[in-house]
């Protein structure tokens, strides 16, 4: 079940509830994406997209679809936004652990 939650006022999260702690996903903090639509051509899963709310800005960000992340921190590098996009790499755990 995919869960939307907020992780403060304007950083939008869409992660697995269940896996929480297993995922890599990405945080893009809407006061400060210009939708310059960088990460969205230059991501290598496509999962990254233009969304449909407008920011205090004026701009259409751009949000995470929730799954899908390898967490190769492409979208992070080409931004030229500094602190826009957060990639949180997350290990997979093993039953056993």
């Known amino acids: ?3 939307k939650s907020k992780d403060s006022e ?3 999260i869409i992660s697995d509830a269940n896996n929480l702690h297993k995922k890599t996903c990405v945080i893009v903090k809407s006061e400060l994406c210009k939708a310059c639509g960088l990460c969205i051509e230059f991501c290598p899963k496509k999962v990254l997209h233009r969304g449909k709310t407008i920011s205090g800005m004026g701009y259409e960000y751009t949000v995470y679809c929730g ?4 967490g190769c921190g492409t979208c992070f590098y080409v931004c030229p936004e500094p602190g826009a996009i957060t990639v949180i790499k997350r290990k997979l755990l093993n039953d056993n652990e």
């Open 10 to 12: 304007n950083d939008t």
């Open 67 to 70: 799954e899908g992340c390898i």
């Open 1 to 3: 079940m995919l869960q």
